[in-house]
C-alpha cells in the first residue's frame, strides 16, 4: 500500500508543512517545543541509535545532530523534498521509504519516532508492527498526534470555503487517527502505551498568520498544490480572515493539543 496521491502531491514541497510548523511555534498561547517534550518522553540518551519515520523537515534530526548526538540518525519519508532536506546534515543519513515497510533489519534501533505523520499512513497498524520490528528489545517508540477537533475555527473557516467551490472534502487526516483512537492501536501492538497530553491554544492578534496557516492546510480539504481553484481559494480565505479581524472580534484563538504516546519494546 502507498501513500494517497493528496499526500504524495502535498508534500512534493516542505513549504506548507513548514507554515503549520512555524505557526505552531510562533502563536502558541503557552511555549510548546514539541520536539524537545519528545526527547524528554523517550528519555533520549546521545547515544541512541534513533529513526525518525516521516521526518518532514528534517529539523528534529538536524538539531539533534548540531547538538552532539553520537547516535546514528536515520529520516525515512515519502517525500524525495524530506530527504533532500537532510542530504547536507553530517550525522544524518535519510532516505525515501514507506513506514508499512520499513527497509531496516529487525533489531536495530534503540528509539523510533512517528511524529505528526501516522494519519497519512494507510495501514496505521502495519506501520506501528513495523516499528516494533526495528526495535532493539527495551527500546522505546514515540508517536504524536493532534487530539480531535484541534484549531476548529480555522478549519471550520477551510471546510466553508472549498465546499462553497463545489469541492468535496475527503477524510481530513486528524479525523481518522487522533488521540482517541492511536493509544488503543500502540497498545495491541506494544502491549502498554503512555499517553502524555499537551493541551493548548493558537492566538493571533492579526490575519496575516491566520490566513498563511489556513492556506496551508488546503490539500488535507481536497485542493491539490497546483490545483487552478487554488488561488482563488487562498483569496477567499483572506478576505473572511481580514473582514472578521476588522469586525473588531478581538483575538483569534483556537484551541488544540497533542498527545505522545510511549511504548516499550518487550
Not at 508517536?143 to 484541534?150: I, K, L, Q, Y
Request: proline share 6%.
Amino acid at each position: 500500500m502507498k501513500p494517497s496521491i493528496s499526500d504524495v502531491q502535498e508534500y512534493l514541497s516542505l513549504e506548507p508543512l513548514a507554515t503549520r510548523i512555524q505557526t505552531h511555534q510562533r502563536y502558541s498561547e503557552f511555549p510548546d517545543d514539541i520536539d524537545k517534550t519528545v526527547q524528554q518522553a523517550v528519555s533520549l540518551s546521545r547515544d541512541a541509535d534513533l529513526l525518525d519515520v516521516g521526518c518532514g523537515t528534517g529539523v528534529f534530526l538536524r538539531n539533534l545532530a548540531e547538538r552532539g548526538h553520537r547516535g546514528r540518525l536515520v529520516g525515512l519519508d515519502t517525500s524525495p523534498a524530506a530527504v533532500h532536506a537532510l542530504h547536507d546534515v553530517a550525522g544524518v543519513s535519510a532516505q525515501l521509504g514507506n513506514a508499512m515497510d520499513l527497509p531496516y533489519g529487525a533489531a536495530v534501533f534503540d528509539v523510533v519516532t512517528a511524529r505528526h505523520m501516522l494519519y497519512h499512513v494507510p495501514d496505521v497498524r502495519r506501520a506501528l508492527a513495523e516499528c516494533g520490528r526495528v526495535l532493539r528489545s527495551e527500546g522505546v517508540f514515540a508517536a504524536v498526534v493532534n487530539r480531535p477537533g484541534t484549531a476548529p475555527q480555522v478549519s471550520a473557516l477551510v471546510a466553508e470555503v472549498v465546499t462553497s467551490a463545489g469541492i468535496d472534502i475527503p477524510i481530513v487526516p486528524n479525523s481518522r487517527v487522533n488521540s482517541d483512537n492511536l493509544p488503543e492501536m500502540i497498545e495491541s501492538t506494544f502491549g502498554v502505551v503512555a499517553v502524555h497530553r499537551y493541551d493548548n491554544a493558537l492566538v493571533f492578534d492579526r490575519p496575516e498568520p491566520v490566513i498563511a496557516f489556513a492556506a496551508a492546510q488546503l490539500s488535507f480539504y481536497g485542493v491539490e498544490p497546483d490545483s487552478a481553484v487554488r488561488p482563488e481559494l487562498t483569496r477567499a480565505i483572506d478576505a473572511k480572515v481580514r473582514a472578521w479581524f476588522a469586525s473588531g472580534a478581538g483575538l483569534w484563538r483556537d484551541p488544540k493539543g497533542y498527545v505522545i504516546c510511549t511504548a516499550r519494546q518487550g
